[in-house]
């Protein structure tokens, strides 16, 4: 398939606001990509490379380059040009890079030169990310869309599993399920207001320590673990504590989900960043672990042998999690079988809870299965303040103590057209370190600097905490958040994963 005709549709489905009408686009495009190609279209049209970003810097995608007069690149060249471009590295690869770049660019008519620029940057902006292209993708394979959206979050791969269907239909979804070894996307919790709001939405309901670390999966198939993060990436070696533990438990065959947590010299907890600091840290392991032992908590278990467990409720997994491993290695937890009689237990639970360090409770129905990669109304955290995670759009220089500093963040929230709308902005809540971390990453994500402004690719998550909203006819949702201070950065959670406008106002309802 030529580019020409991705970009295209691309195009198209960013000029239009309707839904339906860009899941049409969409349909028709995948209806008519050849079967060997669909993986290819299907990912480029919802914004994501196979390969991964491949290291090119917006200056290498700026450089002026004639275009071709007709279409003629095909989405395959494409993909074998950004595998080059992936494996360049050493001497000279900066040179190599713009060489390539130069090369598929110079191939490209004018439409397809802005196409790939964005989707070489990751800044595919056109409304058909995931969501709108899997309803085009299961209008075009003629499948209902929540079977595609399942077998998406056991699989793991949306263009993968999307080119099943197209190629198989149903019957090609049917043979999707969790395997040991293959990380699927974990269950999401939405938000409550208070403990009593989600206990009496729940109960009968389990009610867990909240623990503020690195959410894992552990697969084990015999004497081989593995170890996924929350956004699917293989952490395995970075944390040998956890896979001593699991090859230490009964069974041969399970996968486990539950959170990594470090504790200090007084027992607590420590911050989150410094567990993301020892999983990202460049000392050997042997070292890393010196400097900041880490303990694994559970709290469900998705296999365990030949058996998958998701359609399982809670109640039945827990009893099945809880004969695997033991007390400690379990996170903490409470059943309350009603709202009104169990509330004085519950209460005191979130105390000492807080007490010990965590940052809340999660409620969840006993009844409930696991619904992979869904954020939905049986599981719901609920936290003594009101939180959001956003997305960093722009940075501010610092002043005074903190010059040489990006300090002030713009803070965006998703929009159902796959953007961003802004809701505020804040330095308040960042640590030295923090700030340091952040001007960092944010150089790395930096697309234009007038001298005062850096703004980036919306990629990093931060978790903002706030004390209400305000109407504000400067933002375009219309709200800003009041008094918002910066909790924490989220590098484990992707743009994606942060919260929508629709939630931030409903969440305004429901507070007001």
């Known amino acids: 398939m030529l580019l020409a005709e991705v970009a295209r549709v691309s195009r198209e489905v960013a000029e239009t606001s309707a839904r339906s009408r860009k899941t049409a686009l969409l349909a028709e495009l995948f209806a008519a990509a050849p079967a060997e190609e669909a993986a290819l279209v299907i990912a480029y049209l919802s914004g994501r490379l196979p390969q991964g970003r491949p290291g090119v810097g917006w200056r290498t995608l700026a450089q002026d380059t004639a275009p071709a007069a007709e279409p003629a690149l095909t989405v395959t060249a494409v993909d074998a040009a950004v595998a080059e471009l992936a494996a360049v590295a050493g001497p000279g690869a900066q040179a190599e890079r713009r060489r390539i770049v130069a090369g598929l660019l110079g191939a490209a008519t004018a439409d397809e030169q802005r196409f790939l620029r964005s989707l070489l940057s990751g800044e595919v902006r056109q409304g058909a990310l995931d969501a709108v292209a899997l309803e085009g993708v299961a209008k075009a394979a003629g499948v209902p869309a929540a079977e595609l959206r399942r ?3 056991l699989d793991g791969s949306l263009p993968r599993t999307a080119a099943a269907a197209l190629a198989g239909g149903a019957e090609a979804l049917r043979g999707v399920t969790l395997r040991i070894g293959q990380p699927v996307q974990p269950m999401l919790a939405g938000t409550a207001r208070s403990l009593a709001d989600a206990l ?3 109960a009968p309901c389990a009610v867990e320590e909240k623990l503020d670390g690195i959410r894992v999966q552990v697969h084990r198939d015999g004497d081989e673990v593995r170890i996924h993060t ?19 438990l009964p069974g041969e ?8 947590i ?10 989150f960043q410094e567990i993301a600091s020892r999983v990202g840290s460049r000392l050997d ?18 296999a365990l042998g030949d058996e998958v467990l998701l359609d399982l ?27 009104g009689a169990g509330a004085a237990a519950a209460e005191e639970f979130w105390t000492q809870t807080l007490r010990r360090g965590h ?48 300090s002030n963040l713009h803070l965006g929230a998703r929009t159902g057209d796959g953007g961003y709308a802004m809701l505020g902005k804040t330095f308040k809540g960042l640590t030295d370190e923090m700030l340091r971390w952040q001007t960092a990453r944010l150089h790395e994500l930096a697309e234009e600097d007038d001298g005062f402004t850096v703004r980036v690719r919306p990629e990093l998550v931060v978790e903002i905490a706030y004390d209400g909203l305000q109407r504000s006819p400067r933002y375009p949702a219309g709200v800003a958040l009041r008094f918002a201070r910066v909790l924490r950065h989220r590098p484990d959670k992707t743009a994606e994963e942060a919260d929508t406008v629709e939630t931030v106002l409903e969440q305004g309802r429901r507070d007001g």
């Open 200 to 202: 009496s939405a729940l």
């Open 313 to 339: 409720p809670v109640r039945e997994r827990h009893a099945a999690l809880a004969a695997l491993v033991r007390e400690p290695a379990r996170v903490r937890r409470l059943v309350v079988e009603d709202a």
């Open 253 to 260: 065959r399970f996968v486990l989900d539950g959170e990594v």
């Open 285 to 302: 392991v042997a070292a890393a672990r010196e400097a900041l032992p880490v303990t694994v908590h559970f709290f469900d278990v998705l």
């Open 230 to 248: 929350r956004s699917l990436d293989e952490i395995t070696g970075r944390l040998p504590e956890v896979v001593e533990l699991a090859l230490s």
């Open 151 to 153: 077998a998406v979050m």
């Open 359 to 406: 940052e809340g409770v999660m409620v969840k129905a006993l009844d409930s299965p696991y619904a992979a990669g869904r954020r939905g109304k049986q599981w719901l955290k609920v936290k003594p303040v009101h939180t959001l995670d956003l997305v960093v759009l722009a940075a501010e220089r610092g002043h005074g103590r903190r010059t040489g500093l990006l």
């Open 262 to 271: 470090g504790q200090g010299a007084d027992g607590r907890p420590v911050p």
